[in-house]
């Protein structure tokens, strides 16, 4: 059974920094693209990054570039995403997500495996 755990979500004031963490388990990590959405109240889950499997390719919105960074490391079947600069525009509930491929894609539906998603708030 595939499990997705996010982490490391929280209440944080506007210009601050969060990393958050998906723990995998179940699947073969390394033979997974992964990724990182986010759904704020009211409004349609949307894309914020993903990393292939050897992190040498990566995709992000581009409204995230210079402030989110997606890691991975695949010796602990873990993803992370690294927040700086936050806005409170980024106040979401961030979800995890998995999907056997060799490349990395930005569309929701293309994801096989979801977590239960970690909040985010920031204060202005």
């Known amino acids: 059974q595939v499990q997705l755990v996010e982490s490391g979500g929280g209440l944080v004031q506007a210009g601050a920094s969060l990393r958050l963490s998906c723990a995998a388990s179940?699947?073969?990590?390394?033979?997974?693209?992964m990724a990182w959405f986010r759904q704020a109240p009211g409004k349609e889950r949307e894309f914020v990054a993903a990393?292939?499997?050897?992190?040498?390719?990566?995709a992000y919105l581009d409204s995230m570039k210079g402030r989110f960074t997606i890691s991975r490391e695949n010796a602990k079947n873990t993803v992370y995403l690294q927040m700086n600069s936050l806005k409170p525009e980024d106040t979401a509930v961030y979800f995890c997500?998995?999907?056997?491929?060799?490349?990395?894609?930005?569309?929701?539906?293309?994801?096989?495996?979801w977590g239960q998603g970690t909040q985010v708030t920031v204060s202005s």
């Open positions: 997500a998995a999907v056997l491929s060799s490349r990395v894609v930005s569309t929701s539906w293309s994801y096989n495996y």
């Open positions: 179940g699947l073969t990590f390394g033979n997974n693209v």
């Open positions: 990393i292939n499997w050897s992190g040498g390719s990566t």
